[in-house]
C-alpha cells in the first residue's frame, strides 16, 4: 500500500501537508508490515509499506523503489513477469529476486504511459518524476486494487485508502450529504466518487497523467473486446482454450512461501479454484485451507464432497453468524479505520471469520470464486434472443427446454411473436416498488436528488440486451459493485496481512470467454454455464460441476436471519435514533422511521418489511458511527 503528494510550484513542503509517521501507521493499522519506507524530493513525498506474499518480494530491501528523480510505489502482482522480463531484456538479473516495482520502472522507461496496458495483474502503481515534473498513477482493469485522490490547489494528493486523506495537518475532506442519501438506497457506488467531497476515485483500467503546472489527463487503457465468432455448432478447440486460460489464471495467482487459502461455497464457481488448486500441489497436505460457510441446508454437504474428491485435509466450515450488537460496532470499527468510510457491500467484513483463520495459520494468499455469475459461468440466457435475432432456429430448438413436442411449440410462437423490448426486468421492478414503500429518506431529498427515477433505473439490468456478451460487456462490466466489493474486500483483508486473489476476475479469461462463440456457452435444453462445467468436469466432483441450479436449501439461512430477531433490530434502531448525527438526521423522514421502530417492537412483521428495516438501521448505524467517530446507541 502506499500514500503520496505531488506538490506544485509553490507548494509548502511535505512536511506542512501530513506527518509521514502517521501516513506509515493509516497504511497498516493493525498489523505491522515487513517492509516501509519514504521518498521525498522536491516538494514530492512518497511513503509505501508491504506485506510479503509472493517469493520475490522477500528480497525487497527498501521502498519506494527509487532510480534518480524516479520513485515508483507498487501494490500488487504481476501475472506476466517472465514475458515483461524478456521484453524488457532483464534476463541477466536472476528472476526470483527481481521486484514487481523493478520492472515495472524499467517498463516506465520503454512504453511511458502506455506501461499499463503490458502489465498483467492486480495492481495499484504510482510513478513520480522530480525531473520532468510528472506524476502517473494506474489501475488494473477490473479495480481489484484501490487507489484514491485529492485534487488540490497546490498539489494533488493520492493514496491507496481513504483513510489516508483524514489525518493531513491543514486539510479535512468534507463528508458528502448528497452521497449519504444515496448510500441509504444503496445506490452510493461509483467508479470515481467516495463519500467525501473532494476525494475521487482512479477508475478501473484507467490511468491519470498529471504534470508541475496541475493539468490533469484522465485515460481509460483498457478496452473489452467483443471479437466473438459466429458460429453454428461447437467446436473442441474453444473448450480448450478456454480450460488452458482457466488454470493458468489459478496457477500463476499461487506463488507464495506461505500456505494458500481457498473460498468454497459449494458452488461450481469455488469449487472449481478449489479443487485445481489442491490438484496443481499434488497433496495439498498442510499447504491448503478451505474456508466455507454452512449457513443452508446443503452447503456443508457440496463444500465438503469437494474437499473429499481432492483430498484436501483442512477445512474450516462457520455453521453461525455473530450478531451480537459488540460483534457489529468491533467489525464497523476495524473497516472504517481500514478503508475510511462505511462499507458499500457486505463481503468485505462478511468474510472476516476466513481473514482471523487465515491469520492464525499463517495463509497470506486467500482465493475466492467470486467472478463466476457475472462472466464465465454466466447462465447465458441472452442466447435465445441471439440465435432467434440471428434466424438461427435450429440450434435455438436445441437450447430450449421440453420435450420436442414443447420446445417445437415454443420455437413457434417465438418465431412469430419474436420478443418485447421491455424496459425493465419484470422481477426486479416489482420488488424494487414493493420495497420503496420502506426507504426512510425525506420527500424533499428524493426529488432535489432524482433518487426515484435513479432507484427505478437499476431495475433495468439485463433487460436491454439481447446478446450475452453484449448484456456482459455494456451492462455487468459497468456496474461499479463490482470493483467496490473488490476494493473493499481486498482492504479489509490487507489488514489481517492477507492478499485476497480472485482467479475468475483475471482480465485473460475474461476475454477469453467473451471471445468465445455464443453457441459453445449454453448446452442441450438450455443447461446454462457449459463452457464452464465442461472445462472443470473430471476435476470438480461430477455432482457439483453439474448441479442443475444454485439452490443450497436457503430456508435454514432465513430462519437464521429470523431468529436474530426483528424486535432485537428494534432495539438496535431505538439506540442509533437517540443519538442521530444531524447530517443523517437532515436526510431521513423521522417519524417514518419512529413508527418503523414501534412496528418492529410488536414482532410479527412482514420478511419483505424485516429486511427492509434491517438494511435501513444497519446502514444508518454505519453513518452514525463514521460521522461520529465512535460507536453510538
Not at 525531473?131 to 494533488?156: C, I, M, N, T
Not at 420478443?419 to 420495497?435: E, S, T, V
Not at 462463440?517 to 453439474?546: D, F, M, N
Amino acid at each position: 500500500m502506499f500514500a503520496g503528494l505531488f506538490g506544485y510550484p509553490n507548494a509548502p513542503v511535505p512536511d506542512a501537508w501530513v506527518d509521514i509517521k502517521t501516513w506509515k501507521q493509516i497504511l497498516h493499522p493493525y498489523l505491522t508490515p515487513d517492509c516501509t519506507g519514504h521518498w521525498c524530493q522536491a516538494n514530492a513525498s512518497l511513503v509505501e509499506s508491504q506485506h510479503f506474499s509472493t517469493p520475490w518480494s522477500h528480497h525487497t530491501q527498501r521502498m519506494p523503489w527509487q532510480e534518480d528523480k524516479l520513485a515508483v510505489a507498487f501494490w500488487g502482482r504481476l501475472d506476466n513477469r517472465a514475458e515483461l522480463t524478456r521484453q524488457l531484456e532483464l534476463d541477466s538479473q536472476p528472476s526470483a529476486t527481481l521486484l514487481d516495482a523493478q520492472l515495472v520502472l524499467a517498463g516506465w522507461h520503454r512504453w511511458g504511459k502506455r506501461l499499463p496496458e503490458q502489465l498483467l495483474g492486480d495492481f495499484a502503481l504510482a510513478i513520480i518524476d522530480t525531473e520532468a515534473h510528472q506524476l502517473f498513477l494506474a489501475r488494473d482493469p477490473l479495480g481489484v486494487k484501490p487507489l484514491y485522490y485529492w485534487p488540490h490547489s497546490q498539489g494533488l494528493l493520492f493514496a491507496t485508502t481513504v483513510r489516508a486523506f483524514c489525518c493531513l495537518k491543514a486539510l479535512e475532506p468534507t463528508p458528502d450529504s448528497d452521497w449519504m442519501a444515496r448510500y441509504l438506497l444503496h445506490l452510493s457506488m461509483s467508479h470515481s466518487c467516495t463519500s467525501y467531497r473532494e476525494i475521487l476515485k482512479l477508475p478501473p483500467g484507467h490511468f491519470l497523467i498529471v504534470d508541475g503546472e496541475s493539468h490533469q489527463q484522465l485515460h481509460r487503457y483498457h478496452q473489452w473486446q467483443d471479437d466473438a465468432p459466429t458460429t453454428y455448432q461447437r467446436d473442441p478447440q474453444w473448450l480448450e482454450a478456454y480450460r488452458a486460460v482457466l488454470e493458468e489464471s489459478i496457477r500463476c495467482r499461487m506463488a507464495s512461501n506461505y500456505p494458500l487459502g481457498t473460498e468454497n461455497s459449494g458452488g461450481i464457481d469455488s469449487a472449481s479454484i478449489t479443487a485445481y488448486l489442491a490438484r496443481f500441489l499434488g497433496e495439498p497436505g498442510d499447504r491448503l485451507h478451505s474456508f466455507g460457510f454452512a449457513l443452508s441446508e446443503h452447503e456443508p454437504a457440496y463444500i465438503l464432497e469437494t474437499s473429499q474428491y481432492v483430498n484436501i485435509t483442512h477445512n474450516y466450515l462457520v455453521t453461525a453468524w455473530d450478531t451480537s450488537d459488540s460483534a457489529i460496532e468491533n467489525y464497523m470499527g476495524r473497516t472504517l479505520q481500514v478503508i475510511g468510510y462505511p462499507q458499500e457491500k457486505t463481503f468485505g467484513t462478511g468474510h472476516t471469520p476466513f481473514y482471523r483463520e487465515c491469520q492464525l495459520r499463517g495463509i497470506r494468499t486467500l482465493f475466492s470464486g467470486y467472478g463466476g455469475d457475472e462472466v464465465i459461468s454466466n447462465p447465458g440466457h441472452h442466447l435465445r434472443w441471439e440465435l432467434l435475432d440471428s434466424h438461427d432456429y435450429g440450434n435455438l430448438w436445441k437450447i430450449l427446454p421440453g420435450n420436442p413436442l414443447w420446445r417445437f411449440l415454443r420455437l413457434s410462437k417465438a418465431v412469430t411473436l419474436g420478443r418485447k423490448h421491455p424496459d425493465y426486468n419484470p422481477n426486479f421492478l416489482r420488488a424494487w416498488i414493493h420495497q420503496w414503500s420502506h426507504q426512510l429518506l425525506r420527500q424533499d431529498v428524493v426529488e432535489r436528488l432524482g433518487l426515484y427515477e435513479a432507484y427505478l433505473e437499476t431495475a433495468r439490468y439485463d433487460a436491454p440486451f439481447r446478446r450475452i456478451n453484449d448484456w456482459i460487456i455494456n451492462g455487468l462490466l459497468q456496474m461499479p459493485y463490482i470493483s467496490t466489493r473488490l476494493e473493499i474486500s481486498t482492504l479489509v483483508a490487507g489488514s489481517y496481512g492477507i492478499d485476497y486473489c480472485w482467479p475468475l476476475w483475471d482480465v485473460r479469461l475474461v476475454q477469453q470467454y467473451l471471445s468465445t462463440p455464443s453457441l459453445e456457452k449454453v448446452g442441450p435444453q438450455g443447461i446454462g454455464r457449459y463452457l464452464h462445467r465442461r472445462a472443470i468436469s473430471g476435476t470438480v466432483p461430477q455432482r457439483v460441476a453439474w448441479k442443475p441450479n444454485k439452490n443450497m436449501g436457503y430456508a435454514r439461512a432465513h430462519q437464521a436471519m429470523n431468529d436474530i430477531g426483528i424486535q432485537s433490530i428494534a432495539e438496535r434502531a431505538r439506540g442509533q435514533a437517540a443519538n442521530l448525527h444531524p447530517a443523517v438526521a437532515e436526510l431521513i423522514d423521522q417519524n417514518k422511521w419512529c413508527e418503523q421502530i414501534k412496528r418492529a417492537q410488536q414482532g410479527k412483521v412482514s420478511a419483505e418489511f424485516g429486511f427492509g428495516f434491517w438494511q435501513s438501521t444497519l446502514a444508518i448505524q454505519w453513518l452514525n458511527q463514521w460521522l461520529h467517530g465512535r460507536p453510538v446507541g
